[in-house]
């Protein structure tokens, strides 16, 4: 009866340090203010301004770059979509290829949304 026990105490605390370490989180990407800005234009749309939200991505830029961490995924893309609701084409043009050479993966779409906007 006592090695059962012991098993399951070992088998516990290993299952308790695998869901413990699992819970890290990392640093892989500087996330800034994307989040929020993500989450209050699909909330309460309207209420964030493009013009608010490329200040904010812009300072996210200088953050990221002095805490040498990338940004994530599609950052590049929301920043260049900002920039052409207020008519910047040629900064939604430079943002979008941005996001294509950052992730590759997102070149077939980029390459869409840059053909649409030329």
């Not at 993500?38 to 964030?48: A, L, M, T």
């Not at 608010?52 to 200088?62: G, K």
């Amino acid at each position: 009866m006592k090695l059962n026990f012991f098993s399951l105490k070992i088998a516990s605390l290993l299952v308790l340090s695998i869901l413990l370490s699992s819970c890290a989180s990392s640093t892989k990407y500087y996330w800034g203010s994307y989040e929020k800005l993500i989450y209050s234009q699909y909330q309460e749309p309207g209420k964030v301004t493009p013009d608010f939200q490329i200040q904010s991505m812009q300072a996210d830029i200088q953050k990221a770059a002095s805490r040498n961490l990338p940004l994530p995924p599609g950052f590049y893309a929301h920043l260049g979509f900002q920039y052409l609701q207020i008519g910047k084409a040629g900064e939604a043009r430079q943002y979008l290829t941005a996001e294509k050479k950052a992730f590759p993966e997102s070149a077939v779409l980029m390459d869409r949304f840059l053909k649409k906007i030329k």
